[in-house]
């Protein structure tokens, strides 16, 4: 793994620090040496977490406690770590739904289609633009495995991690002539607190196996950071996101998940659907 500081610089902004794959790469960063911006609403969380790093790994770590979904809250990163040498961005904050698209609350939806899209367009335009000042700088993107098909009782998640997913593509080219590296990492299903409140749907009913570590999601990023574009880890992940893009119509695609996961919708999904 290569010199993550020496890179981009001394500090990395980590979204959605408090769990999950946001906490696992502020563990793995910090590991590495890297000074961290732990960023999510959790104070409290983010606070322990900063202190077990610091005791572990000796890095200088700063938490702030923001709501990215709330108006400004990008600009508001932005200003509170304008005095740090941030080379890093990890923009791993997300919400998720599963069920009925016309079943949820509006405002539920736009919240994931916000966060997920809206929020990761301000954070890859500004820190982006300020690492390609600078020359250097890394953006890593979340996507999922599921982003290359359409995906009935997860239709709006899918869509705007297909956005990602292609934005950051886009940007992993636009952004290489300037010394900034951008990854998408596109996992499937990740053992996380995050996965298991996902309203709706019952993980342990979804084919595919053991759900891959945060850990191993992680550590293939970290490597492939600088290398290559996208990474999709785990070979059962693989295998979906070659069946969705070059050996089915997006008319099967579509009806693949939605078998898939209409047979793991709880009984409060189900009904309503």
Known sequence: MKDFRQEYGQYAIVTGA?????EEFA???????????????????L???SAELTRSHGTLNEVVALDLLEPGA???LMRRTAHLDVGMLIASAGVALAGPLVEHAVDDELDVFTLHGAVTLRLAHGFGQAFAARGRGALVLISS???AGAVPFQANYAAVKAYVLSL????HYELKSTGVDVLVLAPGQTETEGLG?????DF???PGGAKMSPAKAVSAALHALGRRAVVIPGAMNKVADALSKHLMTRGAAARMYGSIIGRALTDEARSEA
Do not use: F, P, Y
Request: net charge positive; no cysteine.
């Open 204 to 206: 342990d009913k979804m």
């Open 74 to 76: 990008v600009d508001e």
């Open 168 to 171: 950051g593509q886009a940007l």
């Open 47 to 49: 606070e322990r977490l």
């Open 27 to 45: 563990r793995q960063l910090a590991a590495a040496g890297v000074n961290l911006i732990l960023v999510a609403r959790r104070a409290a969380r």
């Open 18 to 22: 408090s769990s999950g794959l946001g």
């Open 197 to 201: 409140k996902i309203r709706g749907i």
């Open 145 to 147: 495995s599921i982003a």
